[in-house]
């Protein structure tokens, strides 16, 4: 089983309105969590990172949440554009990155 | 600057040929990293380089080899290519240690026939 779960693996938005991404992990404890955005053909690039005191960061239309307890992290797009369409993924820095699998979202005008 | 750099950016080879990928930074950063992401599967650490001098494998090292030729490059080796090394395949860069940021390059495409 991974450890670094996320849901859902894909995803469909309409140009304009709000999404939610999950990441769920096994992970504990870690330095911190990130959020990358993976536009097609290109690298990673990071969008939030949280350490794990903090439960909300900031970026933007990207706000990533961190819950602890529950070991769930999210990402929130709000007002989502046609830019937003990527991946999106979620890693967990303990001595080294653990990669989730992933989220791809789509925009449509 | 240009960040993480790599090359090729696509390559098709035939089982059992070799072949090297080549990625370059100008962070000025100690430690860089490959990386392996195929469909449906988080990114999987191959080999990476703590600092100058130094490499350790990671996650998948088998079929690779890898050299840290000075601080700025870090080359990925394929010696023998086989089909199960299709895949795409990302260098980074960090500051120090897997905990700090990774900066990402655009990647190589590669296709073993």
């Known amino acids: 089983k991974n450890q670094v779960e996320q849901s859902p693996q894909s995803l469909i938005i309409l140009e304009g309105k709000n999404c939610t991404l999950q990441c769920n992990y096994t992970v504990s404890p870690f330095s911190n969590l990130r959020w990358y955005k993976q536009d097609t053909g290109r690298g990673p690039v990071s969008l939030t990172i949280?350490?794990?005191?903090?439960n909300t960061k900031s970026n933007g239309r990207y706000t990533a949440t961190l819950d602890a307890d529950t070991k769930q992290s999210s990402l929130h797009i709000t007002a989502s554009q046609l830019s937003d369409s990527a991946s999106y993924i979620c890693v967990v820095s303990v001595n080294k990155l653990i990669f989730g699998a992933g989220t791809r979202l789509a925009v449509h005008p | 600057n240009a960040g993480v750099t790599q090359t090729p950016k696509f390559q098709v080879l035939k089982t059992g040929q070799s072949m090297t990928l080549q990625c370059a930074q100008d962070?000025?950063?100690?430690?860089m990293y490959w990386y392996r992401q195929d469909p449906g599967m988080g990114l999987r650490l191959i080999y990476y380089s703590a600092s100058e001098g130094t490499t350790d494998k990671g996650e998948v090292p088998n079929g690779y080899n890898v050299s840290r030729l000075n601080k700025r490059e870090f080359s990925l080796r394929l010696e023998s290519a086989a089909p199960s090394q299709t895949s795409v395949y990302f260098c980074?860069?960090?500051?120090?240690?897997?905990?700090?940021?990774?900066?990402f390059g655009p990647g190589t495409r590669l296709t073993v026939l």
């Open positions: 980074a860069s960090s500051e120090e240690g897997g905990v700090n940021e990774q900066f």
């Open positions: 949280m350490t794990f005191s903090e």
């Open positions: 962070m000025n950063h100690n430690s």
